[in-house]
């Protein structure tokens, strides 16, 4: 199958941004089939029950950058049978103090890019 590949940067508020996430996470919760959209274009992708999930925090500077990444196969018996890395659980809670908070912020405002 060719590549698809949709890619869409913009500007939105804190606000907007949540209300995308909340809409993608219910969308998940309620089935396997999910409609993306960005900029008029929207896709309907199936989502495996299984998936791969990564998390990146970058801070660079006064730049803040969240990358949230979620993947999976089609067909989960290729993965099985290329010999994938099983997934690591989530080590167990650890008790004691909490761990301190890392607070990124920006001290001078940014000033806006083209788009």
């Known amino acids: 199958m060719p590549k698809l590949e949709i890619k869409r940067k913009s500007e939105?508020?804190?606000?907007?941004?949540?209300?995308?996430?909340?809409?993608?996470?219910?969308a998940l919760a309620s089935g396997s089939e999910v409609e993306l959209g960005s900029g008029g274009d929207s896709i309907e992708i199936v989502v495996a029950d299984r998936v791969r999930w990564e998390l990146e925090i970058e801070v660079d500077g006064d730049e803040t950058e969240i990358e949230i990444e979620i993947s999976w196969r089609d067909d989960p018996s290729e993965e099985s049978?290329?010999?994938?890395?099983p997934e690591s659980?989530?080590?167990p809670p650890v008790k004691g103090p909490a761990p301190a908070k890392t607070t990124a912020r920006r001290g001078r405002p940014r000033t806006a890019t083209a788009k």
């Open 89 to 91: 659980e989530s080590p």
């Open 81 to 85: 049978a290329a010999g994938a890395e």
């Open 12 to 26: 939105l508020s804190r606000k907007e941004v949540s209300d995308r996430l909340i809409a993608l996470g219910r």
